[in-house]
């Protein structure tokens, strides 16, 4: 039933059966995809992250940084609703740097941290605003800016290495004004220019992250292949080459332990220090789901990235397929239901987050990444491209009178569209 081997994937659109005419409008529209332009960098962009091991002395240290920027956030949103409230001013991010230099004087407890970090947490305000104001023009409802309390404030970032903080990699140190020298765990090498230094919290851990410029790819040595990538929910992927991998649903396998948490920190009293380490309980278990899903999706894409040059994959709608059920009044009761599983399913599965995991590598080995129009990928024959029917987790094409995998049939729609030239189209 299925032809597998990459070998024979060039041969795909060749032994296609004669289509009748009437079938070839529905042809063209399959064709008509949308290919991205190929482009072989030799550098690109990358975020390292590394885990910073304070000692307890620099683990206070840095709780005050975040605690002091995070008042200066505060502090500024203030003033910008004031001055427009009391005298319909709008206060702008060079009114508000202009006034740090006073701020430092008058509490020392600010001065103690790098002058342009704190400038780069006034730009994240602006920033809030400016994005506010764009969905306000465009008529959506944004929500206002808001005070960040303690959970929500978990980063600084330093805009320049050398500024106020400096990376050492040859000691594995990372230097921060206020804060002294920490030592990092750097399980890689860090290449190109360190643009931006950054501090995160998550739980009791702290990290750092160094956003680099011009870091060199490392092309692959080509393997002549190509690969159409079907996402689904049963299988994570499939692929043209007859492989189906499942999905591990990091996140239903640890939903009981997540819910018994969760149950448990809704016993505590508000306030009190029993709640806030059961937040914190919870918050190691929604984490460690991220770190799972993570893994998977970084392991997958390395195989998929080593093993072909050329990968196809449906342009995704995620936003619109994960649209809120509740938002289809019409929809009866139990469609609502399924819908939420559904909804689930899909954020489970991450399909976005993989397919920037999969961009990225592929850029970086010099592979490319072609996405096409997914209409038509699950309802017509990847043999003879005419219309066929879905019985359950199967396609059933009358014309050829063949039973195929349904995602497996999708995943060599995707691959035909993918390898389709674009001259295709206009013929
Ligand atoms: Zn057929």
């Keep these: 039933m299925c032809r597998g081997g990459a070998e024979s994937l060039p ?3 060749t032994c296609q059966l004669k289509p009748e005419p009437s079938d070839l409008a529905l ?50 949103l203030e003033e910008r609703r004031m001055a427009w409230r009391r005298c319909r001013i709008s206060v702008r991010y060079g009114d508000q740097s202009g006034q740090l ?24 305000l602006d920033k809030a605003f400016s994005g506010y104001f764009l969905r306000v ?103 043209s080459d007859a492989e189906l991998v499942a999905n591990p649903r990091h996140g239903r396998k640890a939903a009981g332990r997540l819910a018994l948490a969760q149950q448990n920190l809704a016993r505590k009293r508000p306030g009190s220090r029993n709640r806030r380490s059961q937040r914190e309980v919870v918050a190691n278990r929604h984490r460690k789901v991220a770190n799972q899903r993570r893994d998977f999706h970084h392991q997958l894409a390395r195989q998929l990235v080593d093993r072909y040059d050329l990968l196809v994959m449906e342009k995704l709608r995620v936003k619109n397929l994960t649209r809120s059920s509740s938002s ?16 689930r399913s899909i954020l489970d599965a991450g399909w976005a987050a993989f397919t920037k995991v999969l961009t990225d590598k592929a850029e970086e080995a010099g592979r490319q990444v072609v996405t096409v129009n997914p209409q038509y990928t699950s309802q017509i024959h990847w043999k003879c491209g005419l219309r066929g029917d879905r019985d359950g987790a199967f396609f059933w094409c009358p014309h050829c009178t063949l039973s195929e995998h349904a995602d497996l049939n999708a995943a060599r729609n995707i691959l ?10 206009a013929a």
């Excluded at 550098?43 to 002091?68: E, G, N």
């Excluded at 750097?186 to 919290?201: A, D, P, Y």
């Excluded at 998550?202 to 002549?224: H, I, K, N, Q, S």
């Design 27 to 76: 042809n063209e529209d399959v064709l008509r995809f949308v290919v991205s332009p190929v482009v072989y960098n030799t550098w690109v962009k990358r975020t390292y992250t590394f885990r910073l091991r304070p000692t307890a002395r620099q683990h206070v240290a840095l709780q005050a940084c975040l605690d002091d920027h995070r008042a200066l956030y505060n502090a500024a």
């Design 101 to 124: 230099r006073e701020i430092r004087v008058t509490c020392p407890e600010q001065s103690r941290w790098s002058f342009s970090s704190q400038q780069a947490t006034l730009r994240r």
């Design 328 to 343: 289809a009044p019409h929809v009866r009761a139990t469609n609502v239901a399924a819908k939420r599983a559904l909804n």
């Design 11 to 13: 041969g795909v659109s």
């Design 416 to 425: 035909r569209a993918g390898l389709a030239p674009p001259a295709a189209t």
């Design 137 to 239: 023009q465009a008529g959506q409802k944004p929500g206002f800016p808001r005070f960040r309390s303690e959970r929500r404030w978990n980063s600084v970032e330093w805009p320049r290495d050398g500024d106020g903080c400096r990376f050492k990699p040859e000691h594995r140190q990372v230097y921060l004004k206020g804060v002294g020298t920490l030592k990092l765990s750097m399980h890689r090498s860090v290449e190109g220019i360190v643009k931006t230094i950054s501090v995160k919290r998550e739980g009791r851990r702290w990290f750092l992250l160094l956003c680099c410029d011009r870091v060199p790819t490392r092309p692959l040595p080509a393997t002549g292949a190509a690969v159409g990538i079907d996402l689904g929910i049963t299988a994570f992927i499939a692929t």
